[in-house]
């Protein structure tokens, strides 16, 4: 299973309906494949001007670690200089948070990942989710 | 006038619809606002990886400089050394060929930029305006 | 409402009349307009030399996320290892404290920011808004 | 004599009155002091996003060299690859064209320099020596 421009669509808009069904702030919503390349990307009007950046760098981390954003959070909390190495060599594209969704496959295998900002953390998680879920994908928070 | 979610949607989809119509490689299309930040970005199926930068390197040179990418290929290849010095105060992110497309109002102000990449420059420029045009606004190549 | 030189002009002024007025140290005063880009700056004799890049890095980080300065200095102490993150994706040029004034239309989209620093926060602060109320505009500290 | 903010005013003033007069574009001044520290700057309703970043530029190269844009120009002509290696040790930061124009003392001393851009290069220097001569300050273009 990779992640095709048309599943990204779909978690894209999905994930955008759900932040508006939730009546979040204004979101913004990247899709990554396993290379941590970016396939699909949407900012609502409203959203401030660097929410590309933001997006991307919850997801960039969660590919390149193979961690979602809550272990990664979890982890820049422990071992705060480890994050900040990581920063180093990923050249300070890595945000630690969540909403950086990791896509798996059954066999654990790295897919993408999501990267969702705009409102809470936590809520730009659920709505990462709710786009993945639509796409018949499974996420990891 | 400004470049909504909802134009940029249009943009991408109608712009990608004419790379199909065309027979054109997979395309890469990416719109930025007034003030070079990206509201949307489609990457099609079997592009290559680092479409997304390039893509976005096309249209960040028209927004910042005001100048489309027929001319600033022109620049380039009239003065290198200038179109390298902007690069360097752009951090590297200007692609000065035909595929950035300035987004003008009537009065001529900048109001983005489309960037296509995929096929040759001159393709990309038309699968550009296709979808600058479907989506009512005006394109300088 | 966009941020025009005659609205950037007034703010710069009046702001550093405000920091005679108040006889604070010399103070530098930036405008940026709603993509993050220089409209005016102005660095009163005496100022330090790197006072430009402290100035644009308060209200840089304003316009790019949407937040003001207090609220960026809330979110760098209670989780320091997110705003670092958020400077790695935006190159190192956000400062995360007041006096990096956020300008909004009624409805809540960002126009632009105001940068002033020189004197305590809280005082680049109060000089910001002298500027921002006489140019006509509304202030988020 | 130094490159008080007073002087710097009346050159971006002046600089931008000459371009009215004249019928330019829109121009953007920046004026750096002898540390190559901006002073001042605008940039003119319509001018393009990026402006500050070049006008900053030209004069930054001027400082940092001693030497105003022309003859960096005829450097970058003659030997490329100095003006490139110039540009590493100084971050990208130097667009070596006219526009650029370097202000001395009459001992030769560098006091600053101005930078302005937005017409054809030379009309560009044309607008920056008006105003440096409003200010009573000798340019080098």
């Known amino acids: ?4 421009l048309k599943k990204a ?3 894209v808009r999905k994930a955008l309906e759900k932040g508006r069904a939730l009546e979040l702030k204004p979101l913004s919503v990247v899709v990554l494949d396993a290379g941590g390349h970016v396939v699909a990307f949407e ?3 409203g959203a401030s001007a660097g929410r590309f950046a933001i997006a991307h760098g919850k997801a960039y981390g969660a590919v390149m670690l193979g961690m979602a954003g809550t272990a990664q959070m979890k982890r820049a909390e422990d071992q705060a200089y480890f994050m900040n190495a990581v920063n180093g060599v990923f050249g300070g594209q890595v945000v630690p948070v969540p909403g950086g969704v990791l896509l798996r496959n059954p066999k654990g295998i790295v897919l993408g990942a999501v990267g969702v900002t705009g409102d809470s953390s936590d809520n730009d998680a659920i709505a990462a989710m709710a786009g993945i ?3 018949g994908m499974t996420g990891e928070i």
Chains 1, 2, 3, 4 share one sequence.
């Open 1 to 4: 299973m990779i992640v095709t």
């Open 9 to 11: 669509r779909t978690i």
């Open 43 to 45: 900012r609502e009007d």
């Open 133 to 135: 879920e639509a796409a």
